[in-house]
C-alpha cells in the first residue's frame, strides 16, 4: 500500500476586510523559499510545507484582537492569531525550522 506522504499545512485565513491573510500567506511563501524549508527534515523523514489561504477559520473573535490573520497549522494542531507578515520570518524559522511554537502568536483556546 502506497503511503501518504508527508505534509505540513498552513492555512491562512483571507477573511478579514483588508484581507492582510493574502499578503500573510505570500510573506509566508517567500520566507520557505529564502530559508530554504519548502522541505523540512524532522526525525529522519522529509515533509513538504504547503501554505494555502482559506475562507474563514471561524476564529474570528480571536481575528478582532488586532489587524492580523489567523493561521492554523497541520499536523500540529497549532493555531496563531494577529499574524502580520512580518510575523512570516518568525514563523518559518521558529516553528517550522527549530519545531518551536511561538507564545506570543498563539491563539488562547
Ligand atoms: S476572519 Fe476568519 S478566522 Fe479570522
Redesign the pocket.
Known amino acids: 500500500m502506497k503511503s501518504a506522504s508527508a505534509v505540513t499545512r498552513l492555512f491562512v485565513?483571507t477573511?478579514?476586510k483588508d484581507e492582510v491573510g493574502k499578503d500573510v500567506a505570500k510573506a509566508l511563501k517567500t520566507e520557505l523559499k529564502k530559508q530554504g524549508l519548502k522541505t523540512l527534515l524532522t526525525g529522519g523523514t522529509t515533509r513538504k510545507v504547503r501554505v494555502q489561504t482559506c475562507n474563514?477559520?471561524?476564529?474570528?473573535k480571536?481575528?478582532k484582537k488586532g489587524p492580523g490573520?489567523?493561521v492554523a497549522i497541520y499536523p500540529d494542531n497549532v493555531f496563531y492569531g494577529d499574524v502580520k507578515p512580518k510575523d512570516a520570518s518568525d514563523i518559518v524559522r521558529e516553528h517550522l525550522g527549530d519545531g518551536r511554537v511561538i507564545k506570543r502568536l498563539l491563539l488562547d483556546g
Open positions: 485565513c477573511a478579514q474563514c477559520l471561524d476564529l474570528c480571536h481575528c490573520a489567523a
